[in-house]
T-cell receptor, first 114, second 114 residues
């Protein structure tokens, strides 16, 4: 299995809602990532988990809360988002160490905040 | 300041000809470089990579060249096919990055005309 899966594919939520994005991989990768991508821009790193521990938080607002329940799963909990948070949210995974760092991306969740 | 730059936002090539996508970087600590291909509404797909100890890596129709002294890399696609039409992102990683971060360029949209 060489796939990163993400659910849901699309999500529309109001500014007062609480929702979660889910990511799963079964490649034995011990590093997992959340990225945000706006139209015509490169992916922007949000969080990195290494061996199920949060290792990097790129100054992301607290309305985004990541969680890594186990080595295969990564969640992103959303609460009180703003319309400018609308974007494609990408999950990725890789081996956690060394300079060989091919990250494998999921298809993304297209989030719209009304 | 952008550490990885793709100065051509778009490139149009005739089917069967060579496509050359360019990428420049400023951080001399980068030691591993990757190219990703992205279709609309999908996650980036890893294409090819190169370590800084090499100056060329080839995989089928795709070849990446690295010129460390010029801090420049390029992706050659030959022959180009209409299915290659996508946005191509150059990315870099290395000891200069904390954790397992990839730094992405802004992307180049390749259009291959039949």
């Amino acid at each position: 299995d060489t796939e990163v899966t993400q659910t849901p594919k699309h999500l529309v939520m109001g500014m007062t809602n609480k929702k979660s994005l889910k990511c799963e991989q079964h490649m034995g990768h011990r590093a997992m990532y959340w990225y945000k991508q706006k139209a015509k821009k490169p992916p922007e790193l949000m969080f990195v988990y290494s061996y199920e521990k949060l290792s990097i938080n790129e100054s992301v607002p607290s309305r985004f809360s990541p969680e890594c329940p186990n080595s295969s799963l990564l969640n992103l909990h959303l609460h009180a988002l703003q319309p400018e948070d609308s974007a494609l949210y990408l999950c990725a995974s890789s081996h956690p160490s060394g300079s060989v760092n091919e990250q494998f991306f999921g298809p993304g969740t297209r989030l719209t905040v009304l | 300041d952008q550490q990885v730059k793709q100065n051509s936002p778009s490139l149009s090539v005739q089917e069967g000809r060579i496509s050359i996508l360019n990428c420049d970087y400023t951080n001399s600590m980068f030691d591993y470089f990757l190219w990703y291909k992205k279709y609309p509404a999908e996650g980036p797909t890893f294409l090819i990579s190169i370590s800084s100890i090499k100056d060329k890596n080839e995989d089928g129709r795709f070849t990446v060249f690295l010129n460390k002294s010029a801090k420049h890399l390029s992706l050659h696609i030959v022959p180009s096919q209409p299915g290659d039409s996508a946005v191509y992102f150059c990315a870099a990683s290395g000891d200069g990055n904390a954790g397992n971060m990839l730094t992405f360029g802004g992307g180049t949209r390749l259009m291959v005309k039949p």
